[in-house]
Structure formats: C-alpha cells, structure tokens
C-alpha cells in the first residue's frame, strides 16, 4: 500500500501563488507517475497535471498550462504543485494521485492510490 497526504491549501486572491506538496510513504517502489487531480463543488473530479518518477515526462491540463508546475523530489518521496496567477475557477479540493504505469496519463482511473485531499479556495 502506498499512503499519500497533501499540504499546502488555503484560501488566497485572486492572481496569487500556492504551492501544493504530497508525501508518498509505504510502498513506493511501485509508483512510478505521480499526478494531481482536483474537484470543484457540484463538479466532476478533472485531471491537473501529472509527472513521470524523474520529472522528465510531464502532463498539464489545458486550464493550468502555462500557470501550474509539476515537480517531485524522488530523494524526498514528495511531488509538489506550484500554482501561480490562480483563478476563482481554481477553487477546488485537490488530490494527490499515484500510479505504477511509466507514463503519465489523464484518466484518473489508471491511479491506484489517492491522498485524502486538500482545499483550495480562490477569492475574486
């Protein structure tokens, strides 16, 4: 099993940064892409960004291309989310995702473990 806690949330304005971090911890050897996802109230969980175990490969969604980083520190076992210019549409809970596959992909399905998620909340 692999346990995965997130930090980082809270509530900032509009045009502001947050980072986002996930610890993963247990078996991790059979994690090699991480990712995050995240689900706004009354919406859908959608798919934020997800990396690679060496941060080579990387995967963003559209909305956050551009404003959003995806990081890890394999040493660490932590993978990190920098969120810059956020938005009110970026209000959400986020979760941290791991999976065994060697590339990062957008379906959440194909993550075998979750965080318990962390809030994100963006005043206008």
């Known amino acids: 099993q692999v346990q995965l806690v997130e930090s980082g949330g809270g509530l900032v304005q509009a045009g502001d940064s947050l980072s986002l971090s996930c610890a993963a911890s247990?078996?991790?050897?059979?994690?090699?892409?991480m990712g995050w996802f995240r689900q706004a109230p009354g919406k859908e969980r959608e798919f934020v960004a997800a990396?690679?175990?060496?941060?080579?490969?990387?995967l963003y969604a559209d909305s956050v291309k551009g404003r959003f980083t995806i990081s890890r520190d394999r040493a660490k076992n932590t993978m990190f989310l920098r969120m810059n210019s956020l938005k009110p549409e970026d209000t959400a809970v986020y979760y941290c995702?791991?999976?065994?596959?060697?590339?990062?992909?957008?379906?959440?399905?194909?993550?075998?473990?979750w965080g318990q998620g962390t809030q994100v909340t963006v005043s206008s």
């Open positions: 990396t690679n175990r060496n941060s080579v490969t990387t």
């Open positions: 247990g078996s991790i050897f059979g994690v090699n892409v």
């Open positions: 995702a791991a999976a065994p596959q060697p590339v990062p992909t957008r379906s959440g399905a194909d993550y075998n473990y």
